[in-house]
């Protein structure tokens, strides 16, 4: 054998226990749909994206650095994959962007993070082949983006013991900005989970600084107020059906007309979904109903309902199609959404949305 090919083997071994330490994944969804959008009493026919799994892409990877640690990370940007524009406000990983450690310990990962509601959220508004939160979900056409994800954020998952597993995030929303309230969007909270066979609980809490100001006032002098969200949600498998239940009540500080996302602000409401997912052959049908409840203003109060039915055409692809509508009180504007948001908004409060889509998402 030449010398090159010598040192063409030696090489080669070598590295084989390094990449063995370590991995770099890159992953990714594509969610396209045709919907047909009645927002009152207008109409639309239109391509969608991001129904039932935002359209994404990401990297994410992990260092065994031995005696049960790694150095974990992952990175994730959303997308339109009907005009390839990037999603998140237009920030290249604003979904997750985080670093950080895993070991008997639990993991512990700072940066862009979702909240513990967001979990809480994805697992019994129920997915399933989607995202969970996603379209036909009732929950996801009423829930805001500011208590979902946060920035500048430390969040822990211990290990589960007993069934029990414990979630806490905090988060320093505005991080010092010079035009902001130093405290606004400071969010802090913590979740209990508990699984006993096809039986899953959680409860959570969390408060976070928003500000009663509107987005044009916001400014350093702005007031601020700790705003604080109560959830519980059940669900059990019973194979040929699994319901779930999902409530959440905000209330704290001073109570505000619409919600802010700049601010953090939220109105003082409670809101609930029941929903189930029945397996049809290879096939998953989810129902949903849920409802909003404004706690200052009976007409702010909405219902949504969907049915979806997810067939796999692989372990990878899935075609969907459903039906899903809100019925808006007097003063609401709640829309379908989809799992990205992106829901045609209603051409005045009061006004009934409905969506019927058909769609396939593929993942990498």
Known sequence: MTNWKWCASLLSLAAVPALAQSSVTLYGRIDTSIEYANFGPNHVARLGSGDIFASQWGLKGAEDLGGGYRAIFKLEDGFNSTNGA??????????????????????????????????????????GYGAGLAWGNAANNFVGPA?????????????????VLLRAIAAR?????????????????????YIAGALSIDVDYMQQTFSPASAANLNTTSPTAAGNYALGAISYDFGFIKPAFIYLRHRGGPDVATGV????????????????????????????????RKVADSEGNADSFGVRYDYPLSKRTVVYTGAAMVRNGAHASFTVNGAAGGGVAVSKPGATASSIVAGIMTAF
């Open 86 to 127: 990037i999603g998140g406000n237009g920030a290249l990983f604003g979904r997750e962007a985080w670093v950080g450690l895993s070991g008997p310990f639990g993991a512990m990962q700072a940066g862009v993070n979702y909240t513990i509601l967001h979990t809480s959220f994805v697992t019994y508004s129920q997915p």
């Open 261 to 292: 996302n700049a601010a953090s602000s939220n109105p003082h409401n409670d809101l609930f979904e029941l929903d189930a997912t029945v397996p049809v052959g290879s096939a998953l049908v989810l129902l949903s109903y849920g409802h909003y």
């Open 147 to 163: 208590f979902l994800r946060v920035n500048n954020s430390v969040r822990y998952t211990s290990p589960r013991m007993g069934g």
């Open 173 to 193: 929303g505005a991080n010092g900005a010079a035009n902001l309230p130093s405290t606004l969007g400071d969010t802090y909270g913590a979740s209990l989970n």
